[in-house]
Nanobody, 116 residues
Framework: VQLQAFGGGLVQAGGSLRLSCSFS????????MGWYRQAPGEEREPVSF???????DYTNSVKGRFTISRDYAKNTVYLQMNTLKPEDTAVYYC???????????WGQGTQVTVSS
């Protein structure tokens, strides 16, 4: 499986960004797709997930501001991030995992920087 993330950048607080992650190498429909983030000096933390059937989950700090979605025709998962805050600044990583397996596959990170 190969994952490639796009869409990071620099934005002012209150602004929006959309991250994209393209998936290849296996059947996209079988995977739980997710986004994690890692701020400097911090552990990598889960942000949001979407299951093969489209159920979603979010960490509390982004609920109501971020929306995860997936496009089965394009084998792509998105993270729409609105009302961004400086504390959202981190490297964001796309992930993929089969529901029956523990191993997580990672894409390269994309930097999101939110200025105050």
């Amino acid at each position: 499986v190969q994952l490639q993330a796009f869409g990071g950048g620099l934005v002012q607080a209150g602004g929006s960004l959309r991250l994209s992650c393209s998936f290849s190498g296996d059947d996209f429909r079988l995977y739980i797709m997710g986004w994690y983030r890692q701020a400097p000096g911090e552990e990598r933390e889960p942000v949001s997930f979407i299951t093969p059937v489209g159920s979603t989950d979010y960490t509390n700090s982004v609920k109501g501001r971020f929306t995860i979605s997936r496009d089965y025709a394009k084998n792509t998962v998105y993270l729409q991030m609105n009302t961004l805050k400086p504390e959202d600044t981190a490297v964001y990583y796309c992930s993929a995992r089969r529901p029956s397996r523990k191993n997580i596959m990672w894409g390269q990170g994309t930097q999101v920087t939110v200025s105050s």
